[in-house]
């Protein structure tokens, strides 16, 4: 019994994408669920503002920071309120698509994981949204917050009653942030830059455009981190199939395997 031992046959660096076509109508569908599922709470008013009052109360009690502490830095000066409006208002879903799309064209297997992990967070919130209908802060007159966006603008809402085309009383959890922190989360994971870790500036930068210009509290931002780690936890990103040859380089090179014995047990 003779055995000798083989390299084994190399794994792909790279693995197969799943087709185009299923992935745009998978994200596009998963979309829509979202929009309309929203518009199935929007008139929830009372509810919303009773929830948004012991939101308030529940921030005062853990001694959470007060949201108009940040507000007042955007205050200073029309340009940067309105910087923080166009931010909220323009980065969020291009920058998540943006996100997808080089995963899907880079890194395959990281773009299925990300993918599923989003569509995770996202159904999650939609249940929370119909259990839990919130108003913003914005809407809030105990909060004492100015509505940047109606004062200096722009703004992606309009008045609650006549607005068909948002859930205004859907902040907790907020996605603006749960989004950003997946986006951040995936670029760290699926990248190898000494750099890499200056993507959590887009969270922090996210998380306070959102409480400063008035459109979720806290809490809200809580509740999404706290949605997305459970749904890491149970979505595991992909084992490395590669390594950097070489500090600082850019080329990736197939990790080594260990020799297999072909005959062995014959």
Do not use: C
């Amino acid at each position: 019994m003779n055995a000798r031992t083989e390299p084994a046959e190399a794994e792909p660096v790279t693995p197969a994408r799943p087709p185009i076509v299923r992935e745009l109508l998978l994200v596009a569908g998963l979309f829509l669920v979202y929009k309309f599922g929203r518009q199935l709470v929007a008139g929830h008013t009372g509810e919303a503002f009773r929830d948004a009052h012991d939101v308030w109360r529940l921030e005062r009690w853990l001694r959470l920071p007060d949201e108009g502490t940040v507000q007042s830095l955007l205050l200073h000066g029309d340009a940067l309120a309105k910087a923080a409006n166009t931010y909220y208002a323009t980065v969020h879903f291009p920058a998540t698509l943006a996100f997808l799309v080089w995963l899907y064209l880079r890194r395959p297997a990281h773009y299925v994981w990300a993918r599923r992990a989003l569509a995770a967070v996202t159904a999650a919130a939609l249940v929370l949204h119909l259990a839990f209908p919130l108003a913003p802060p914005r809407m809030l007159a105990a909060t004492g917050l100015v509505d940047t966006a109606r004062v200096y603008g722009p703004s992606v809402y309009g008045p609650p009653r006549t607005d068909h085309l948002s859930n205004q009383f859907a902040a907790m959890p907020s996605l603006h942030f749960g989004w950003a922190l997946m986006v951040a989360i995936g670029l760290i994971v699926a990248t190898r830059s000494r750099r890499r870790w200056l993507w959590l500036l887009h969270p922090l930068l996210t998380l306070l455009v959102i409480v400063g210009t008035a459109n979720h509290y806290w809490l809200d931002a809580i509740a999404a981190g706290v949605l997305l780690g459970a749904a890491l936890t149970l979505i595991h990103a992909p084992r490395r199939t590669a390594t950097t040859a070489g500090r600082g380089a850019r080329a990736l090179v197939p990790a080594e395997e260990p020799p297999v014995l072909v005959g062995a047990g014959r």
